[in-house]
């Protein structure tokens, strides 16, 4: 298997028989998770305006991504945004920030305390 | 339970569940063995939010911020405080939350990299050194003071730049408070690049929206060094509507390119033409904080050089060079350009750090632009790295808002503006 970083590891194993250029977009779907803290928060819920996330479960967010994309649901820029999207980067994104709000986006403070 | 407890717990289920485990979870318990100390320069929005994720992404890390100051007043949303919409208040930033994610913030001037000793020196009578495996760099802009013939750091107390928030923000402000009505403000607007593309042109809109209300026999000029401005055909559309008559924009080659300013008569000159306005606020061009001079790392160039998958510098590798002061790709310089490059370069950094190769790099910008305050319009990119390694735009995506959309649409996006700014400053400072 290509090395790829660790971080990626549990989605290589996940996929199993991830080619290298599969590997690479699970990766980037994976960094891209983190992109959505500086709109939605880091654990999904803005401390302003923005829609709270944070509750979603992966398939309504994946449904929510499909909608903005395929212009079936109305947006201001979740539109825009989604079309730089494939189906399967839909499932990771969706996946990732929905199990793993509190440890990908989780306090630092909370981190701290458990040292 | 206390929180702590449930965090474990749920840290603990995750490791159990192991191939359904995620990135982040599988990063947590990696880069907890990731050593070392990392040096991070600026307090703004590049150096607080790499600070802040290299914390969280590696526990063990030391991280020291250097920030000049003890507060970090920001320049998104600093216009309007100068249109009077906000009080400056409202968008200063202290350093205690990063603090409490156990990050090291010295307050200090860094003066100069020894690139050959990993150091990097601070003014501190003292002479204090601090030393680094790693040193990120995310120091903003200097403005290029020899670039309008006449413009100093003196004359900027009559003329203000205001594109560094602060002092500067108020000046602007006070400037058009104590002007009378039926007088002419005229904004200057550099070429590209330069900090916020959208900026000079939300800024206009702004201050029209306050002289429309309070001194609606004044005028607005743009003087632009260029033919065209990010979001134009919004701006243009959205100026018609509110401020009828009030904005006039002058480009490049209508002789809007502005060679010189003379403070003693409030004179600004163009190629072909002089202006006599009242109040001056000139947005001169731009390069990277001159910190970078002293290791060489912007080559005799405005601005720096970096491998686009991991910000290391093109010139010393382990120093990392991110936001408004590197050339990346296809992204504008932007606070969310620079905290999306942030979580990257902190990626990059704890995976090298681990002895592993960095993830694939993955960018996301959202520009606002007020308006007024109800009144909100954007740009948006999602971006990731083309066969040059350059970061470039995904074809399809992105994009403005619509034109002609109701005020309904306008007033959403002037709503998710504020919530952007209160979310990313969470983001940056906790
Ligand atoms: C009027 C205006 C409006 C804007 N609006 C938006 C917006 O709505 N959305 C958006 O995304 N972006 C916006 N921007 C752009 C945004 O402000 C910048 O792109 C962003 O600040 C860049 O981040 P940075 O980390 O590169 O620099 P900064 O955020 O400027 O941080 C750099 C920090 O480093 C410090 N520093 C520099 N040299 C040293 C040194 N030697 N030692 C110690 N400290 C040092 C500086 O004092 C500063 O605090 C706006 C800009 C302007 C001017």
């Not at chain 1, 825009?80 to 920030?97: F, G, Q, W």
């Not at chain 2, 003329?159 to 005229?186: F, K």
């Not at chain 2, 209300?213 to 401005?229: A, E, M, N, T, V």
């Not at chain 2, 080559?299 to 093109?314: H, I, K, L, P, Y």
């Amino acid at each position: 298997m290509p090395k790829t970083g660790n971080w990626l590891a549990p989605l290589l194993v996940s996929v199993a028989v991830s080619t290298e250029a599969a590997g690479a977009d699970e990766s980037w779907t994976g960094l891209l998770a983190e992109m959505c803290a500086a709109c939605h928060g880091q654990t999904g819920k803005s401390p302003g305006s923005v829609p709270d996330i944070s509750e979603l479960d992966a398939e309504s967010m994946q449904a929510f991504l499909i909608g903005f994309r395929d212009g079936d649901i109305e947006a201001t820029v979740m539109d825009r945004i989604a079309r730089a999207l494939s189906e399967s980067d839909i499932e990771v994104l969706s996946r990732v920030l929905t199990e793993n709000w509190q440890l990908l986006h989780g306090a630092p403070d909370e981190e701290n305390d458990n040292q | 339970m206390t929180t702590s407890e449930s965090f474990g717990t749920r840290r603990d289920l995750l490791k159990l569940a192991g191939a359904t485990a995620v990135a982040g979870a599988f990063a947590d318990r990696v880069f907890a063995d990731a050593r070392g100390s990392v040096v991070v320069v600026g307090g703004g929005f590049g150096g607080a939010t790499c600070s802040r994720y290299l914390r969280r992404l590696a526990p063990g890390l030391s991280v020291t911020l250097v920030a000049r100051n003890e507060r970090f007043v920001t320049c998104p949303f600093s216009n309007t405080v100068i249109g009077g919409i906000r009080e400056l208040g409202s968008v200063i930033h202290g350093y205690d939350g990063l603090r409490r994610a156990g990050v090291t913030v010295v307050h200090d001037e860094a003066v100069a990299i020894d690139a050959e000793n990993n150091e990097i020196r601070l003014s501190g009578g003292s002479g204090d050194r601090l030393s680094y495996d790693k040193l990120v760099l995310s120091p903003g802009i200097d403005i290029k003071w020899a670039a309008i013939d006449g413009y100093d750091e003196a004359v900027a107390q009559r003329m203000p730049h205001a594109w560094i928030a602060g002092p500067q923000t108020r000046l602007l402000r006070d400037q058009l408070v104590a002007m009378e009505d039926g007088g002419l403000v005229v904004i200057t607007a550099p070429a590209n690049p330069f900090r916020c593309p959208p900026g000079p042109y939300e800024r206009a809109s702004l201050i029209a929206n306050y002289l429309h209300q309070h001194k609606p026999r004044s005028k607005l000029l743009i003087l632009d060094s260029k033919d065209g401005f990010s979001k134009q055909g919004l701006f243009r559309e959205g100026w018609e509507r509110l401020y009828p008559g009030l904005i006039e924009w002058v480009g490049f080659s209508e002789g809007g390119n502005v060679v010189a300013v003379e403070p003693d008569t409030m004179t600004v000159r163009t190629d072909f033409d002089k202006f006599r306005p009242d109040v001056a606020n000139i947005i001169p061009p731009q390069r990277s904080a001159k910190l970078v001079d002293t290791a060489g790392l912007a080559e005799g160039d405005d601005w720096c050089s970096v491998n686009q998958r991991t910000f290391a510098s093109r010139v010393v590798p382990n120093i990392h060079i991110l936001g408004d002061a590197i050339l990346a790709g296809a992204m504008p310089k932007s606070g969310f350009s620079a905290n999306s490059q942030a979580k990257v370069c902190a990626h990059a950094i704890v995976s090298l750090l681990a002895g592993e190769d960095p993830p694939e790099p993955a960018f996301i910008n959202t520009c606002y632009s007020l308006l007024s305050a109800e009144y909100g319009i954007s740009v948006a990119a999602v971006y990731r790295l083309d066969d040059n390694e350059e970061i470039a735009s995904i074809p399809g995506s992105g994009g403005v808002s619509p034109s002609n959309a109701t005020d309904e649409f306008r007033q959403a996006e002037a709503e998710f503006a504020a919530g952007w700014y209160a979310s990313i400053t969470a983001d940056m400072f906790g």
